[in-house]
């Protein structure tokens, strides 16, 4: 039977964790290679990171980029630096190694006191995204509802939402209106039933898998720096729960990946 090749769809090889892996970001990425992971989707989540993300890219085969404005750093940004700042994400998507715009969204767990002004900056960003042609990834905690509705108003844009955790009937309605659900390690968890129902829910041929790395590290490894030569813990839960062969799995979230980032 033939290796898996396994698409790691969400990473964030730029981020200061990786100092504590051995050999640093650029010998995580390397690793993961060597273990049978073929391609890995870095995604930026300021101009800076993405960035970081594009060098990265451009120095790696089967490593590719995604730029955006994640929600958490949106609030270190004036809001006299603010259109300059998505200006630059604009043209940083321009770029021949980004495949999408994101990491964008909502997120009101560490902080929801500018929700109005997360759900703005996320509107230019989807529509951005519009103009650009380019799918997105979609960050979405604790923001369920705003999330969608925000969604629905640019019902022309289309994408993946990372490390879904919302309910099945959240995930029923973005696959009615063709938008992909990304797993990532928590899936893995003893105490993730509603994630596996929600898992069992999809289908085959609209789920991604990511490990969201160095975030989110999947069964037996919790509490480790997380890298993409993890992600196969979390395709043996997609297989389990789909009573499928790890291979099948590794094979159609591979084409998925590509299918939607256009690869």
């Not at 629905?152 to 938008?179: I, T, Y």
């Not at 928590?186 to 509603?194: F, G, L």
Request: hydrophobic share 40%.
């Amino acid at each position: 039977m033939d290796t898996p090749v396994f698409f790691d769809s969400h990473a964030h090889y730029f981020d200061d964790r990786f100092e504590k892996y051995e050999g640093g970001a650029e010998a995580a990425i390397r690793d993961a290679f060597d273990l049978g992971i073929r391609y890995i989707l870095n995604a930026g989540t300021t101009p800076e990171t993405s960035r970081a993300a594009i060098r990265l890219a451009e120095t790696h085969d089967g490593l590719y980029a995604a730029a955006g404005l994640h929600p958490s750093d949106s609030h270190e940004i004036s809001d006299a630096d603010l259109p300059s700042v998505l200006d630059e994400i604009r043209t940083l998507c321009t770029h021949e190694k980004i495949v999408a715009l994101g990491e964008i969204g909502l997120d009101y767990y560490w902080d929801d006191s500018q929700k109005d002004r997360q759900k703005s900056i996320l509107d230019v960003q989807l529509s951005m995204a519009e103009e650009l042609d380019l799918p997105v990834i979609i960050h979405d905690r604790e923001a369920h509802g705003d999330t969608m509705d925000i969604l629905r108003a640019h019902p022309n844009v289309r994408g993946v939402l990372h490390s879904f955790s919302g309910s099945a009937e959240m995930a029923r309605q973005l696959l009615k209106n063709g938008w992909y659900i990304s797993f990532s390690g928590p899936i893995t968890y003893k105490n993730a039933r509603s994630l596996r129902e929600v898992a069992a829910s999809v289908p085959l041929d609209r789920i991604l898998i990511e490990t969201d790395a160095p975030y989110l590290p999947p069964e037996p490894h919790r509490g480790k720096i997380n890298f993409s030569g993890y992600l196969p813990f979390t395709a043996n839960a997609v297989a389990d729960i789909k009573e499928r062969p790890l291979e099948e799995i590794a094979r159609q979230t591979t084409e998925n990946a590509k299918a939607l980032f256009g690869l």
